[in-house]
């Protein structure tokens, strides 16, 4: 059994900030790449940022400069943090990993619960 517990969401006014957190737990070997999608009203889930073990990172075109993502190995954790957010960034937002749970070279997606982000006007 594999948790990715979320947090860190809320309500902010346009251009402001916050910081979501995401902590995997359990039977967990390694975590090759964690990151953060999301997902707005009526549309389809969207990448938002990933990160590999190494610390190769990848953002979405409409967060570079103002979204950064992080992660602590020893610790199984993803942080995301957004800065000068707008309204469109107003979605869902979940925490995702491809891990393996022994040292085989299996592969598995998780996914968290998810977390509200709204940007206010």
């Known amino acids: 059994q594999v948790q990715l517990v979320e947090s860190g969401g809320g309500l902010v006014q346009a251009g402001g900030s916050l910081r979501l957190s995401c902590a995997a737990s359990?039977?967990?070997?390694?975590?090759?790449?964690m990151g953060w999608y999301r997902q707005a009203p009526g549309k389809e889930r969207e990448l938002v940022a990933t990160?590999?073990?190494?610390?190769?990172?990848n953002y979405a075109d409409s967060v570079k400069d103002r979204f950064s993502i992080s992660r602590d190995n020893a610790k199984n954790t993803v942080t995301l943090q957004m800065n000068s957010l707008k309204p469109e960034d107003t979605g869902v937002y979940y925490c995702?990993?491809?891990?393996?749970?022994?040292?085989?070279?299996?592969?598995?997606?998780?996914w968290g619960q998810g977390t509200q982000v709204t940007v206010s006007s």
């Open positions: 359990g039977s967990i070997f390694s975590i090759d790449r």
């Open positions: 990160i590999t073990t190494d610390g190769i990172t």
């Open positions: 995702h990993t491809i891990l393996a749970y022994t040292p085989n070279p299996a592969r598995y997606s998780h």
